[in-house]
């Protein structure tokens, strides 16, 4: 991924108020609370955009996706759990009370609440993806925390969850190396919004994501892909999770 060399790199985690995006840039982190996707993309025509939320889905069986799987065993035996799989692509599109019993009938799985609740947002993304050009849909990447996270971590999944203190403590700790400021930057942005509206690992998320983009769009980092061959949908939406060698 070959990118100009000052462009920044952006973040964007689904919050409860809506899309919380950081742009990083070394020096600082711009943090956006955005309520639709229109406005996480504005102003940052061509970076590519690293974010946690599932890109494709499948149409039917057990198997699932590919990168859900191999971001799995990344993380075990710690945090292979964090990844959940997606639904199929009619149980996003179907109503919130047979969802569940639609992707059971394709899959063979039910949904779990998790997914009930942000199924959503996954269909706010795709319905934006599918509206875009080819071009622009290449450049968001699908990029899970805990994935990106171990690879900073030497490819050793964190022991501590990420809702803990020592949890935040440990991921905070990883990425200071990127951005010597982030413990000042942390203190200050966490008073930016409430609680009902971002929480503060949706913080820690989005900034992680936003450094590893960083990293790969200057050259600084190996872009590591799960699996490393893309998969794609039935749409032609990009099956696959990304991080960087820290």
């Not at 075990?76 to 959940?84: D, E, I, K, Q």
């Given at each position: 991924m070959k990118q100009q060399r000052k462009q920044p790199g952006i973040g964007v985690d689904g919050c409860r108020a809506g899309w919380l995006r950081v742009v990083f840039d070394e020096q600082t982190a711009a943090m956006t609370l955005c309520q639709g996707l229109e406005e996480v993309a504005l102003q940052t025509a061509e970076v590519p955009i690293f974010i946690d939320m599932p890109i494709g889905f499948v149409t039917a069986g057990a198997t699932g996706r590919a990168c859900d799987q191999a971001a799995r065993r990344y993380l075990?035996?710690?945090?292979?759990?964090?990844?959940?799989t997606p639904p199929c692509r009619a149980a996003v599109y179907a109503e919130k009370e047979v969802a569940s019993a639609l992707n059971f009938r394709l899959t063979g799985k039910k949904l779990?609440?998790?997914?009930?609740?942000?199924v959503p947002k996954m269909r706010a993304l795709d319905?934006?993806?599918?509206?875009?050009?080819?071009?622009?849909?290449?450049?968001?990447?699908?990029?899970?925390?805990?994935?990106?996270?171990?690879?900073?971590?030497q490819a050793q999944p964190l022991f501590h969850k990420k809702k803990t203190r020592d949890g935040e403590a440990q991921r905070l700790a990883l990425l200071q190396p990127y951005f010597p400021k982030i413990m000042d930057w942390y203190a200050t942005v966490r008073n930016q919004y409430t609680r009902k509206e971002v929480l503060p690992d949706d913080i820690?998320?989005?900034?992680?994501?936003?450094?590893?983009?960083?990293?790969?769009?200057?050259?600084?980092?190996?872009?590591?892909?799960?699996?490393?061959?893309?998969?794609?949908?039935?749409?032609?939406?990009?099956?696959?999770?990304?991080?960087?060698?820290?």
């Open positions: 075990s035996p710690l945090r292979h759990s964090s990844v959940f779990s609440q998790q997914s009930l609740n942000i319905e934006f993806l599918q509206a875009q050009t080819q071009a622009e849909q290449q450049r968001w990447y699908e990029a899970h925390p805990e994935v990106v996270f171990a690879a900073f971590n820690i998320d989005a900034l992680g994501l936003a450094i590893a983009a960083f990293l790969a769009n200057q050259e600084r980092a190996e872009m590591i892909s799960f699996p490393p061959n893309a998969e794609y949908d039935e749409t032609g939406l990009r099956m696959q999770i990304v991080a960087v060698k820290g």
